[in-house]
Structure formats: structure tokens, C-alpha cells
């Protein structure tokens, strides 16, 4: 696949005389549109839950990167999250910020890694790309199928490099494209993928708030309620991915790792559904939403006995369960991490550097995002929802159509 350049802010070191700081921010020394290779990206870190803390880890280990700054609305997560740089650093430098807004005003900061909940996903990263920084995001990327359509909008508006953070797409699944896309399978017509349930909405009594949280820009755009905190716990179990205030349940949850890796395998990154049909009905007999795109593809929300399954004409391939038993017809060249990366954020760190679209770059995963929703609505609607991607809307489905966006708090709407 041809990599499109991506434009940079020129930077000038105006005087020999200023005396430098120990770690340059990478934008400092940049040459025709790239960064040096010798200079580390300053990074700043938005939201240290569960999911934080390992892409934390991640950013430390990186010969590429200098965390500097941290975020999170739970001053005990924040100063944890200050603690843990400073010790793998050995030094007093890193900066807390209760508000990442800012964090986008240091001009210093060449990333963002946004691993917030997954409400506010698009509206920090949109703030970051129109502040001029590269941003790594978490996934599900999106909550809504209008956000989509928005965090695509920032990052080619404002010329940024922004990868969704789904490492599992090609470290987990990867190794099965190059077999389907060979024709080892024949057509593949049809994928089983087993992930989580849709969301539900919330019923939690109110609890005592913890002292240091803001539990009002913890909730962001979401309705406000009383403190719970089931509501914003990181679990991995549960906690707010289940909620459907804060996002679409673990079918997006998971949905962005199997999901993605099978639009990945199968060539349809850039594609989203045509048709959804509901489960237990004359079109669909399984358990789950079917969804089905302009090319005759049928993606099932499996519900049990798959992980993933692609059904070619010729043969299944069971993720794992038939690894190393088929092997591709021909050489195909299939789209990887760039410049030798075996990480998804080294992957990101070249591309930040290169100034080109990263594997995971915006449109991906926002395009797997926006499936996860539209079989979430139609689990909600259950009935048959035909997409207009062009539009964003349901053709001829104008109740459906309202759904595709939500209700924003103020003062935390998505302002593009």
C-alpha cells in the first residue's frame, strides 16, 4: 500500500547560545518535515487506569520516546502515574496536569497517548491534533459513528499522525493474512468473530466520591450521575466498558481487536457495513447481528464456539487452532508495521518521524469502531438497519438515523 507524506511544523533553534535541555523534543531538530532519528519524542500520557499503566510501560521501554508529562482526573492515579517516571527516569522531571488542555499548550510535546475511557477518546485526540501533536489512541477509537467521522476529520485537517491501539490486530492475527489474501482459502465469503456482549445502561446507587477526583470531568460528556465506582472502574471484567454511557460494551471492546484484525486479514480497513440484520430472525438464525458489506462479506457476531473462523470457499481457518497447518498459495505483499517494527508503538514512533500513515492509522480503526456501533444499535433496535456510510445516516430509518450521535454536556462537547 503507497504511504501519503504528512506535512510538519518547521522548528528553528533560534540561538547556539540557549543552553538545551538534557532530552530535546524530537520537533526541535527536525529536517526536511522529519524528526532526527537522534532525538527522543516527548510524550505526555493522558489517563492512568489498567490500561494506562501498560501503555505506560510500553512508552518507558521505548528508545524513542521521553515521557514528561502525565494527566488523570484522580490525583492519587496522577501522582502514581508521576512516581513511575521518575523512578525508571532517576530524576524529579516529570509534570502532572490535572487538565490535559494543559498539556496542549507545551509546545515541547510531540505526543499524546489518549488512554482515557473511551468517551473521551475523540475529543481530547481532536484537541491534541488541532494543538499539533501526533497521537496514539486507545481503542475502541470512537463512541458514535459521528465521532468517527470527526477524529478523521482533526488528524487529516490538521496534518497529524494518529494511530488506534489495538496491538493485537497484527501481533495476534496478523500471521493469518497473508494466507487468505493468497487465496489459500478460496473466496472467503464469511468470518465468525466471538467477542463480548453489547452495552447496557447503567443502575448504580450513589456512593461517598473519593477525595481528589473531579468526578464531574471524569464523566465528560456523559450524563451526570452520583458517584459509583463501578462506574469508573478499569476493570477488565467490567467497570465502565460495559456501560453504555461510556461506550458500546465489551462487542466493542473486543470488537476493536477481532474485528479490526479480520477487516484487516480479509482487505476491508477503509470499508463499513451495508446491512445489519438483527439475531433469531428469517435472514439470520444465529445469535447474533450479522453485518454484511457492499461486497457480499458477511461479518457474524459470534456468541459462542469460534474466536475467529473465516470461512473461505475452499476451507475454514480457525485463528490458532489452525496455525501452522495452512500455509499461503503465493507471496503477497500485505501491509505491516513500518520500518522493521515488531510493536505497534515503534511502528507509531516511525511514522511520527517519517511523517506517514501508521498501520493503525485513523481511518482503520475508526472505520472497525463505527461497526462495533451499528451492531450495537442494531442489538438496541433489533431490526433490519440498512447504512449510509456517505451520509452517516439509516436510509429510510430516520429514527435510527438520531442514534448515530449523542447528547454532549456541557462544557464537554467535541467542538470541530
Known amino acids: 500500500m503507497s504511504q501519503k507524506n504528512l506535512s510538519r511544523r518547521t522548528f528553528l533553534i533560534t540561538s547556539a547560545c540557549v543552553t538545551l535541555p538534557t532530552f530535546l523534543p524530537g520537533n526541535a531538530l527536525g529536517r526536511d ?3 532526527s532519528p537522534n532525538e527522543r519524542l516527548i510524550t505526555a500520557l493522558v489517563g492512568y487506569g489498567n490500561r494506562g499503566r501498560e ?36 530524576n524529579q522531571d516529570c509534570r502532572m496536569f490535572a487538565r490535559y488542555e494543559d498539556i496542549l499548550q507545551q509546545e515541547e510535546v510531540d505526543i499524546l497517548i489518549n488512554t482515557t475511557p473511551d468517551h473521551w477518546h475523540t475529543k481530547i485526540t481532536v484537541e491534541a491534533c488541532r494543538a499539533g501533536k501526533d497521537v496514539y489512541c486507545e481503542k475502541p477509537l470512537t463512541l458514535t459513528p459521528i465521532e468517527s467521522r470527526q477524529i478523521v476529520k482533526a488528524a487529516r485537517m490538521y ?16 500471521y493469518m493474512a497473508p494466507i487468505v489474501q493468497s487465496g489459500a482459502l478460496g473466496e472467503v465469503k464469511t468470518a465468525h468473530v466471538q467477542v463480548g ?3 447496557r445502561e447503567c443502575w448504580t446507587p450513589m456512593q461517598p466520591q473519593p477525595e481528589g477526583l473531579d468526578w464531574d470531568r471524569w464523566l465528560g460528556q456523559a450524563p451526570w450521575v452520583p458517584y459509583h465506582s463501578w462506574r469508573c472502574s478499569g476493570s477488565y471484567g467490567g467497570g465502565w466498558r460495559e456501560f453504555l454511557e461510556y461506550g458500546n460494551g465489551f462487542l466493542a471492546d473486543w470488537g476493536a481487536h477481532k474485528f479490526a484484525g479480520v477487516l484487516y486479514i480479509v482487505g476491508l480497513e477503509k470499508e463499513e457495513p451495508v446491512t445489519l440484520i438483527p439475531p433469531h ?36 481457518f480457525r485463528h490458532n487452532r489452525d496455525r501452522g497447518k495452512i500455509e ?8 505491516r508495521y513500518h520500518g522493521g517494527a515488531t510493536r505497534l508503538i515503534e511502528d507509531f514512533n516511525w511514522c511520527v518521524r517519517h511523517r506517514v500513515r501508521p498501520f493503525q ?49 456541557y462544557p464537554y462537547a467535541i467542538e470541530l
Not at 56 to 85: H, I, K, W
Not at 328 to 335: E, G, L
Not at 381 to 399: H, Q, S, Y
Open 33 to 35: 518535515g522529519k524528526i
Open 197 to 199: 456482549n453489547p452495552p
Open 55 to 90: 501503555v505506560m510501560g510500553s512508552a518507558l521501554g521505548s528508545p524513542n520516546m521521553q515521557v514528561s508529562m502525565v494527566s488523570d482526573c484522580f490525583q492519587r492515579q496522577m501522582e502514581a502515574a508521576r512516581d513511575r517516571v521518575n523512578g525508571y527516569y532517576r
Open 328 to 335: 499461503p498459495r503465493r507471496a503477497v505483499d500485505v501491509r
Open 281 to 316: 430472525c428469517e435472514e439470520n438464525e444465529t445469535p447474533g447481528v450479522l453485518a454484511i458489506y457492499r461486497n457480499g462479506f458477511q461479518m457474524y457476531h459470534a456468541r459462542g464456539g469460534h474466536d475467529i473462523t473465516l470461512c473461505g470457499s475452499e476451507r475454514e
Open 159 to 174: 496534518n497529524r499522525v494518529v494511530t488506534g491501539g489495538s496491538q493485537r490486530v497484527m501481533e495476534d492475527y496478523g
Open 361 to 409: 492509522d485513523v481511518e482503520y480503526p475508526a472505520k472497525a469502531a463505527t461497526l462495533c456501533q451499528l451492531m450495537a444499535l442494531c442489538y438496541r433496535l433489533n431490526r433490519k438497519l440498512e447504512w449510509d456510510a456517505e451520509t452517516c445516516t439509516f436510509v429510510n430509518d430516520p429514527d435510527a438515523s438520531r442514534m448515530v450521535r449523542r447528547v454532549q454536556r
